[in-house]
């Protein structure tokens, strides 16, 4: 059974740093790429930035380049967002999912987290 289970969400103040988890069970993490996707209050879902099985980081929010960071470690089939300087514009629940090549649309994603809170107070 393919689960994709994120955690280590929370509050964060501004400028604070914070990395969140996403453990991949049911399949093998090397043949695909994962995405994080975040959906703030009275907002659509965007993707954030997603790392491909080759490793190649594709950012699809300007607003984080240069702060958050994506890696993965296929021994534990985990991938890690690593996000700094953050902002309260950064709050939102962030999904991990999982497609075969990297896209910015969600539809290309066949499998998704749960989701995980990250508030950034103002």
Do not use: H
Request: overall charge positive.
């Amino acid at each position: 059974q393919v689960q994709l289970v994120e955690s280590g969400g929370g509050l964060v103040p501004p400028g604070g740093s914070l990395n969140v988890s996403c453990v991949a069970s049911g399949f093998t993490l090397d043949y695909y790429a994962i995405a994080w996707f975040r959906q703030a209050p009275g907002r659509a879902r965007e993707g954030v930035l997603c790392l491909g099985m080759s490793n190649i980081r594709t950012y699809y929010a300007d607003s984080v380049k240069g702060r958050f960071t994506i890696s993965r470690d296929n021994r534990k089939n985990t991938v890690y967002l690593f996000m700094n300087s953050l902002k309260p514009e950064d709050t939102a629940i962030y999904y991990c999912a999982r497609t075969r090549f990297c896209s910015d649309s969600a539809k290309e994603y066949d499998y998704w987290g749960q989701g995980i809170q990250v508030t950034v107070p103002s």
